[in-house]
């Protein structure tokens, strides 16, 4: 944990917080308290700044914190993926905020199992939970905005292209493409990846149309988390 992550519950005062959850535990356990040892920490939604800590017990900490550190600027990337298996949603939810994606898509594509859209994983409280994790590991305190859409067509034809006129360009990964990813980058950039299989032939035709362009990783078939670590460090 590299970010102690409060909400606004965890405020017993101004500028006190108590603590006894996991967070506590990770403090306890891992990291070690002491009376005065400081943490790095940040308010869900908020600012960023330091807590120290007060005093504890066996279930609980105290903190005193100041946050007055404004939390990194968000990232330029608008990440569509297909639905990935239940397996690596969480994978590639954490990468992607960790690499300061704000807005994240997933959609339905041929090849993704309709069974995937009714898994554990994308409960409220098993994404929550991933999120908070992710903000953690990276040092952030902004939720990233998610939207799930189960339907290619009708979100390739009514809303993709809305999305790529509010940004600079839109690519999708297609290993038969020309077009390095590295020609974005810097750019406000929408980046579709699809299943591990790829679009279909139908769908990079939909995309094609909307104004998106393919790209390449070279010829080598790369699972969806690799993907999406790949390409989001091509464009960073």
Known sequence: MNLLLLDDKDFIAPGRVEISDRRFLQLRDIIKLAAGKNFRAGVTGGMLGNAVVTGFTDTSAILDVTLNIPPPEPGKITLVCALPRPQTF???LHCAITMGVKSI??????????????????????IDKEIRLALEQCGDTIYPELNFRDRFKPFAEDELPGMIAANDAAIFGHPRSSAQPETFNGRKVVLLIGPEGGFSDYEVEKLTLAGATGVTLGNR??????AVAALLAKLS
């Not at 898509?105 to 098993?126: C, P, T």
């Not at 078939?221 to 690799?226: C, D, K, M, Y």
């Open 90 to 92: 969480h994978k590639v």
């Open 105 to 126: 898509w997933f959609i339905h594509s041929r090849k993704v199992e309709k069974s995937y859209w009714q898994a554990s994983v994308l409960q409220d409280e098993a």
């Open 221 to 226: 078939v790369l699972r969806t988390e690799f």
